[in-house]
């Protein structure tokens, strides 16, 4: 069983930066592709960025490329979420989540799932 537990949301203002922390419980960290969704009021959960194991390779959603930046830490079985020039639309409650195959966790099907921090920009 893999735990996951958010951190680092808030309130920030448009154009303004925040970084999201994904802490892992989890023997061996560099087996599993982490990814980042999030979910706005009355939408339907959106993909954002996932990594692979080792860190090596990333994909984005295009909504957020050039601002967002996706890292992983296997020593800290940490994955970071780095985003700079926020935007109100980027307004959200911002998930992690964990699968050993990165298809997966783009398929939204990842095996394990955190209960996501909340993200506010507005002036």
């Known amino acids: 069983q893999v735990q996951l537990v958010e951190s680092g949301g808030g309130l920030v203002q448009p154009g303004g930066a925040l970084r999201l922390s994904c802490a892992a419980s989890?023997?061996?960290?560099?087996?599993?592709?982490m990814g980042w969704f999030r979910q706005a009021p009355g939408k339907e959960r959106e993909f954002v960025a996932a990594i692979t194991g080792s860190g090596e390779n990333t994909v984005y959603a295009d909504s957020v490329k050039g601002r967002f930046t996706i890292s992983k830490d296997n020593a800290k079985n940490t994955v970071f979420l780095q985003m700079n020039s926020l935007k109100s639309e980027d307004t959200a409650v911002y998930s992690c989540?964990?699968?050993?195959?990165?298809?997966?966790?783009?398929?939204?099907?990842?095996?394990?799932w955190g209960k996501g921090t909340l993200v506010t920009v507005s002036s």
């Open positions: 989540a964990a699968d050993r195959d990165i298809i997966r966790i783009g398929l939204r099907a990842a095996d394990y």
């Open positions: 989890v023997r061996t960290f560099s087996n599993y592709a």
